[in-house]
């Protein structure tokens, strides 16, 4: 196969990638890897969204791939917790910590993240921190490490992403509206035209109309 599809394929996967950071370990060069079980260290990959991370507006930590956020496996055990994924609403908040640079824990108690072979985990460690770097893309699409602390770009950046409960009743009942408008329109060309009764099954409920509109609006399947 032509080498240049190859370059194609993989500048796109590269152009393609969000506004999302990895989050490296600033020893060992690697990368936290999550799965829908636990999270993990492993290799850096730009392309895998697995391993793209962004803050959100309330200091949590959300995999772009799933949504959801880092949290602990087990918040009431007194030893280290493994970490895992969840909704984001449930999830813990994460800071950044003085005591040294890249230094990142628990925002409500100091726990702090670290590597234990190829698991990431949080442990109440005062004697040997990791610490934590932002891997990314930087403005000439080259890699770049940068500070793992949120900024107040992150912050606004992701407000932005998530509409207020005021809004979403807005867009519930647009789409509902819309659906409705729909199924009368419908109707009524069928009527006017005369259908037979075998196609009068293609219309049924505002509610099927409504995932009809879903899909030519978000492109749902």
Same mark, same amino acid.
């Not at 196969?1 to 194609?8: G, K, S």
């Not at 890249?102 to 108690?109: I, P, Y």
């Given at each position: 196969?032509?080498?240049?599809?190859?370059? #194609?394929a993989f500048t796109h996967a590269i152009l393609s990638l969000s506004d999302g950071f990895l989050i490296m370990h600033d020893r060992k060069q690697q990368c936290l890897l999550a799965n829908s079980v636990k999270v993990l260290v492993g290799t850096c990959n730009m392309t895998n969204r697995w391993q793209q991370w962004e803050w959100t507006e309330q200091g949590k930590l959300r995999l772009l791939q799933q949504g959801q956020c880092l949290t602990l496996v087990n918040p009431t055990s007194l030893h280290f917790?493994?970490?895992t994924l969840q909704d984001c609403a449930g999830a813990l908040r994460w800071k950044c910590y003085d005591d040294q640079p890249?230094? #990142?824990?628990?925002?409500?108690?100091k726990m702090y993240l670290k590597k234990m072979g190829y698991l990431a985990i949080v442990k109440a460690e005062t004697k040997y921190y990791d610490s934590w770097l932002r891997y990314q893309l930087g403005e000439n699409r080259k890699p770049v490490t940068l500070s793992i602390c949120p900024t107040q770009e992150d912050y606004q950046a992701n407000a932005l992403k998530e509409d207020p409960p005021s809004i979403q009743r807005k867009k519930a009942r647009w789409q509902d509206n819309?659906?409705?408008i729909s199924y009368v329109s419908i109707k009524v060309f069928k009527m006017n035209k005369n259908l037979s009764s075998n196609n009068e099954q293609d219309v049924k409920s505002p509610a099927m109309w409504t995932e009809y509109t879903q899909q030519l609006v978000y492109g749902r399947k």
């Open positions: 196969m032509d080498i240049r599809f190859f370059i #194609l917790h493994t970490l890249g230094l #990142l824990g628990l925002a409500h108690q819309v659906a409705i």
